[in-house]
């Protein structure tokens, strides 16, 4: 099987494009998916302080003998940290769960404005010390509009991760995000399974003889996302990932990205409340 392609963000740091995503995973069930996903070969791992199973995340890493350098952790601060000492009780906490002494990316998990207003530019303030400390090698926001992104100084985001799936290609930000050098990575990449019955999804899977979840993840890297797509089960986490041996048409990529309909499947950042 083909080696997952590495994308180069901003300041010069590699992310394997294919991850593994955990949100939803329950705590207990999370050392053991992690797991499966190493063993298959996955070595980038996306979790969240919210998502509870740091803990999970990081026996699965210490469990798997690889070196530190030979995997990629992403996590994620929460919205009630943005402010003050919070932060760094946000990262210490994150590291500790993961067993880690430091982050490969860190990010701003919501820009939370409803609920903390322009918290988060005092966060991103933030982030840029640790990134600085060595705490964590990059930086980047998660649901971040091109007008949030506008208030923040200092360092560019290396990434900004967004619910994008066939049915969600937000071409505006996407397009501003590539403008900016900043990398567009695809939460609910899968649309949270519920794209994967789409009939034009099926008829080019049946055409190539691969299912529609393996099509979905091959349009994603062939359009440049980061992608980090979420399974428990054995079986589903191997077929995410055997999407190197074959390519897709530009035609049927076009005709993939033609199936956005603006359908989100989560919060819009804009106006969540959380
Ligand atoms: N930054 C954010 O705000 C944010 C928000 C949401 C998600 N995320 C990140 O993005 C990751 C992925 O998003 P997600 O978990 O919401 O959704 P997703 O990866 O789009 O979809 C996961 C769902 O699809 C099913 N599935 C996975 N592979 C499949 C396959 N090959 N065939 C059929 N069904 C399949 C899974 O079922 P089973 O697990 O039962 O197999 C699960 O129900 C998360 O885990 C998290 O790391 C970030």
Same mark, same amino acid.
């Given at each position: ?58 026996? /699965?890493? @210490?469990? !798997?003998? +690889?070196? #530190?350098? =030979? ?5 994620? $601060? ?105 990398? /567009?990575? @695809?939460? !609910?990449? +899968?649309? #949270?399974? =519920? ?5 034009? $999804? ?73």
């Amino acid at each position: 099987m083909a080696a997952v392609p590495n994308v180069t963000l901003n300041d010069g740091v590699e992310i394997p494009q294919l991850g593994f995503g955990t949100f939803q995973i329950p705590a207990d069930d999370t050392q053991r998916a992690v797991e499966e996903a190493l063993a298959i070969g996955y070595r980038h791992i996306d979790t969240a302080a919210i998502y509870g199973n740091e803990e999970g995340v990081g026996r /699965a890493l @210490a469990a !798997s003998g +690889l070196k #530190r350098d =030979e995997y990629f952790v992403t996590t994620k $601060l929460w919205n009630n940290q943005h402010l003050g000492d919070q932060a760094v009780i946000g990262i210490n906490a994150s590291l500790e769960k993961l067993a880690l002494d430091h982050l490969d990316l860190y990010l701003i998990h919501w820009p939370a404005v409803v609920k903390y207003g322009d918290a988060y530019i005092q966060a991103w303030d933030a982030l840029q010390g640790f990134q600085f400390d060595g705490l964590t090698r990059s930086i980047g926001v998660s649901n971040f509009n091109i007008e949030h992104l506008n208030k923040l100084t200092g360092t560019v985001p290396s990434i900004n991760q967004i619910e994008l799936h066939p049915t969600l290609t937000q071409p505006g930000l996407t397009a501003e995000l590539a403008r900016r050098g900043i990398v /567009a990575e @695809a939460w !609910s990449p +899968l649309g #949270r399974g =519920e794209d994967l019955t789409n009939p034009e $999804l099926v008829s080019i899977a049946a055409e190539i003889g691969k299912t529609p979840a393996q099509i979905v993840i091959r349009w994603h890297i062939q359009i440049g996302n980061v992608v980090i797509p979420k399974s428990v089960t054995p079986s589903r986490i191997a077929e995410n990932f055997d999407v190197f041996d074959f390519e897709l048409t530009p035609e049927q990529v076009a005709a993939i990205t033609a199936l956005n309909k603006d359908y989100r499947t989560g919060a819009d950042p804009a106006t969540a409340d959380f």
